[in-house]
């Protein structure tokens, strides 16, 4: 079987290992995996040499780059991924976070790509634009879960939000479980112990996703960023104390 991941660039972040330790999870005499991936902006730390230290395929897509506007580089981005897909021929492709996820899916049902599946590893639909261009980016989620055979959260509560926000059906949209930590016997960098196992049943077009994990004890920082610059200051919210 033959899987195409496509993901908008390997800033320094969780999508980055959590894609190394998915292309290792899977048995590679059973599969064969490619990844595409954009190019990080000029203040991103960039894991790209170390997703290639780990053995994953990688090839470059320098057209797409993660911003909130479409522009013409994304109509070469499109194109240059089309032609990966001719080609790859993949089974399936499995496109991640939101820039790939608009340029890897309609690139894929344009090449009449078998299976197409999204996963979310979080969401800018509500609380990062104003209200117009949030109700822009809610609408073109909408459409582009219709383009998909499976829609995946990576997490419970990414799952509520998008089916809150009607992105997708409840049947349409999974949630799986990513545990941070060591690798144990594969002493491997990545940090990550437990992946997205993928299992295609062509007979009815169904994508099962699972992810085993060894401990119920989770924790997290989410989205420590400045969009613009310099930072502009923002007032404390009572609910968090003053760290300094």
Known sequence: MRILRIVTRLNTGGPARH???????????????????????????SM???????????TLVP??????????????????????IRDVRPDIVETHTTKAGIVGRLAARLEGSPVVVHVYH?????GHYGAVKTRLARC???????????????SARVKDDLVRLKVASPELLSAALFQSG?????ACDSGVTSALLVNVFPENRRVVMS???KSSRI??????????????SRPRSPRWPDSR
Do not use: N
């Open 19 to 45: 894609l190394t330790a998915l292309s290792q999870a899977l048995d590679s005499d059973r599969y064969e995996q490619w990844l595409a991936a954009g190019r990080e902006g000029a203040r991103e730390g």
């Open 122 to 126: 979080g969401h800018v639909l509500e």
């Open 182 to 186: 060591r690798c144990g016997e594969r």
């Open 63 to 84: 057209e797409m780059v993660g911003t909130s506007r479409l522009g013409p580089a994304d109509v070469w981005a499109l194109a240059r991924i089309r032609r990966m």
């Open 140 to 154: 073109a989620e909408r459409l582009l879960a219709r383009a998909s055979d499976r829609l995946l959260a990576v």
């Open 211 to 213: 992810a085993p994990v």
């Open 219 to 232: 924790g997290g920082v989410r989205w420590l960023a400045c969009w613009s610059s310099p930072c502009p």
């Open 48 to 58: 790209r040499s170390f997703v290639e230290g780990q053995g994953v395929r990688l």
